[in-house]
């Protein structure tokens, strides 16, 4: 029988990919095969890369800065510059900005929507362009709990993320008829730097550590079977969905 999750030889571009979640999905993409551009603010995206990299499935560092979107452009235009081709687009680079809504700086506002979801519209965009030409390709955008929710404290980053999951139906609905599967992973509360503020208030901690019903936090190898799967023909008729990766919090 034909493994419809083969994905080896496919190229991909993962933004935020030296660390944290993207890093568990780019170690689980290159495992299968293949060639990736990972990207990062820093360095360490190229050490990363070159750690990683391997002559079957090789791995790419670019740096970039997302808060300007010139940077994303030209960041897209370096990968496709090394890669000759894309098949698997995830938009996964993230920061959360925690402030009270009544004094939250505009400035911090503008940076969380421009790396959050301005960077995903701005790369889905430039991929789409090669991808309705073949014919096929995969978009991955990494949603979040709060694009169900508003939370406490961070309007901006829960708007981004509302609009995360709005844009990856928005564009399903455009370009699902041309070849191309537009979804978003949901995670839950995963263990990377991005909750370590949760992680430092004990109180709040345990508050959330309780109502998981998986009863622990996840983890950036607990996103790998569903990157696989949203980026193999196995999701071929999926489009436009926000799959749930969060040890069950939604259905408690
Ligand atoms: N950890 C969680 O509990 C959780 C839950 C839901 C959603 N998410 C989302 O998952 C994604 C990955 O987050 P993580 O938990 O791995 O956090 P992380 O802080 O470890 O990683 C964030 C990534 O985004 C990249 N990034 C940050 N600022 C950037 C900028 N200015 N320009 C370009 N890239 C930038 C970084 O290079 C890094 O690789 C984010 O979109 C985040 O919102 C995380």
Do not use: C
């Amino acid at each position: 029988m034909k493994n419809i999750f083969d994905i080896r030889g496919k190229k991909a571009i993962i933004t935020g990919g030296s660390r944290g979640l993207g890093r568990g999905m780019a170690q689980g993409l290159h495992d299968a095969g293949v060639e990736l551009v990972i990207m990062g603010t820093n360095e360490k995206v190229l050490n990363t890369a070159k750690e990683m990299s391997t002559a079957d499935a090789p791995v790419h560092g670019v740096m970039a800065d997302f808060k300007d979107t010139e940077n994303v452009i030209k960041a897209f235009d370096k990968a496709i510059d090394i890669l000759g081709d894309i098949d698997i687009l995830i938009n996964n680079a993230g920061i959360q900005v925690r402030h009270p809504s009544v004094e939250f700086p505009l400035g911090d506002w503008e940076d969380v929507l421009k790396v959050n979801l301005t960077s995903a519209f701005v790369l889905s965009q430039k991929a789409a362009k090669i991808m309705i030409d073949k014919g096929r390709g995969k978009i991955i955008n990494v949603a979040s709990l709060l694009s169900f929710s508003g939370g406490l404290t961070v309007p901006a980053y829960a708007a981004s993320k509302g609009g995360i999951a709005q844009v990856t139906k928005a564009l399903a609905n455009e370009w699902a008829a041309k070849g191309i599967n537009v979804n978003a992973i949901a995670p839950g509360y995963m263990d990377t730097d991005n909750i370590a503020a949760i992680k430092e208030d004990e109180a709040r901690n345990a508050q959330i550590l309780a109502r998981i019903p998986a009863g622990r936090y996840g983890t950036p190898e607990d996103m790998i079977g569903t990157v696989i799967f949203l980026s193999s023909h196995a999701s071929d008729y999926i489009h436009g969905s926000v799959v749930l990766v969060d040890g069950g919090w939604m259905g408690r």
